[in-house]
Nanobody
């Protein structure tokens, strides 16, 4: 079992930056691929970014590529999402997720989920 707790969300203006963090507890953090997903009102949950167990491989949704950066700190059991140049369309609840199986951009491949943190970007 892994417990995930996100933090760092808030209300910002377009062009601002935010850093989301996800603290993991339970089984060894380095066993998991870690991902960030988001869900806007009335929309399905969508992939944002993923980082593999080693921290060397990352993938991003086209909509955030070049603006968002995912990283891990295995010593602190945390995964972070640095979000720059935020846009109103980035407004969503952001979820941290862990997969013990595969490196994936698909939500159903993730075994553990946090409760989410709200990010609101005003224009």
């Amino acid at each position: 079992q892994v417990q995930l707790v996100e933090s760092g969300g808030g209300l910002v203006q377009a062009g601002d930056s935010l850093r989301l963090s996800c603290a993991a507890s339970g089984r060894s953090f380095s066993r998991y691929t870690m991902g960030w997903f988001r869900q806007a009102p009335g929309k399905e949950r969508e992939f944002v970014a993923v980082i593999d167990r080693s921290g060397r491989w990352t993938s991003y949704a086209d909509s955030v590529k070049g603006r968002f950066t995912i990283s891990t700190d295995n010593a602190k059991n945390t995964v972070s999402l640095q979000m720059n140049s935020l846009k109103p369309e980035d407004t969503a609840v952001y979820y941290c997720a862990a997969s013990g199986r595969i490196y994936s951009t698909v939500a159903r491949n993730y075994d553990y989920w946090g409760q989410g943190t709200q990010v609101t970007v005003s224009s």
